[in-house]
């Protein structure tokens, strides 16, 4: 079964959220960026992959186009793992993470998904676990810097079934707004994204504290800055949660073996795809740490998080970025019911993108 076709598939979705419009990156945040892989084998069979593509969307695209696609045309589409480390070799010099990464990642995803369907299974149960079963799942609220909106936000959140909040602030005000509006029965988890020198961060976890945090996510710059993040997990008792923003498993098995976090958090559309995504789960049963996939995606990257959650003894908790996109890849499979996610049963990644929405969204 050869690969005969890879395709990189842009789209640009515009979004709710209940913050202010705020310039993350040049021109702000007005849509959300995908960038999917379908590739297609001589016999027919379809898969889709994600590559991670906020704010990098045309970056992720090339590299899918003239990067991944000439290595990959010919090559047998169910030698997976083969796949992932030739091209992670191959590639090196460019960077072993990073939009080269993110790239590898959704033709792996896309690969996984042909292998699903080719057996006629969902991954989940590839992966010797079941699809037949509900995930549990946080609120991951938009960045909003203001107190306010973080009390309506965490309000509507539990209405409609939430039982985990994580928030992305950095002040001490929203925090603790959110945990009086939460109550004291709620997990509440605060990713605040890199922002701080190690000594700020141990200053602003244990002024945090205070809030009885599930976890601190990423607070150190630069992210692999391991030893500090050992340190300050070790020095406040503030457990720590971090790994979106590492790629492949040598980087989670480095921040293992420092002691670094309470929770891994492998992204599948940025580590290297599930080949990766595997080992990460396979080193962090192994130290005694839990997985918390990242997974604030609404494409196959999403389904894909889903069926390795689903495959796991303890799949943790799936995130579900709160914010309202304008349209659905997948129907109403991207919200949880009751706090909780079905997993589709359908074979690989258990559904197909509606085309629909890719032709209304398909950019250039």
Known sequence: MKIAHVEAVPLR????????????TAGGWPALDFCLVKVTTDTGITGWGDA????????????VEHM??????????RDVAGISHRLQQKFHL?????????????????????????????LAQ?????????????????I??????VIADVQRSLAEGYRYIKLHEIGAVEVGAAREAAGDDIPIM?????????????RMALEL????????????????DFASLARIRGETGVPIAAGENWCTSFQFAQALAAGAVDYTQPSVTKVGGITEFRKVAALSEAAGVQVMPHSPYFGPGFLATLQLAAAMPNPGLVERFYINPEASLYGDWITPVDGAFRVPDGPGLGLDPDPAVIREYRVA
């Open 13 to 24: 979705m515009p979004f709710d959220h209940a913050g202010a419009s705020r310039d993350l």
């Open 52 to 63: 991670f593509a906020y704010h990098c969307r045309e970056a992720v695209t090339a590299a």
């Open 68 to 77: 991944v696609k000439p290595a990959v045309l010919g090559m047998d589409a």
């Open 94 to 122: 460019f960077g072993r993470y990073g939009v080269t990464l993110f790239a590898l990642s959704g033709l792996d995803i896309a690969l996984w998904d042909i292998a699903g369907k080719a057996a006629g299974l969902p």
């Open 126 to 142: 590839m992966f010797g676990g079941s699809a037949d079963r509900t995930l549990p799942a946080y609120s991951s609220l938009f």
């Open 144 to 149: 909003l810097r203001d107190k306010e909106a």
């Open 190 to 202: 605060v990713d605040v994204n890199c922002p701080w020198t190690p000594e700020q961060a141990k």
């Open 209 to 224: 504290d205070q809030f009885d945090l599930h976890w601190l996510e990423e607070p150190v710059f630069p992210p692999e």
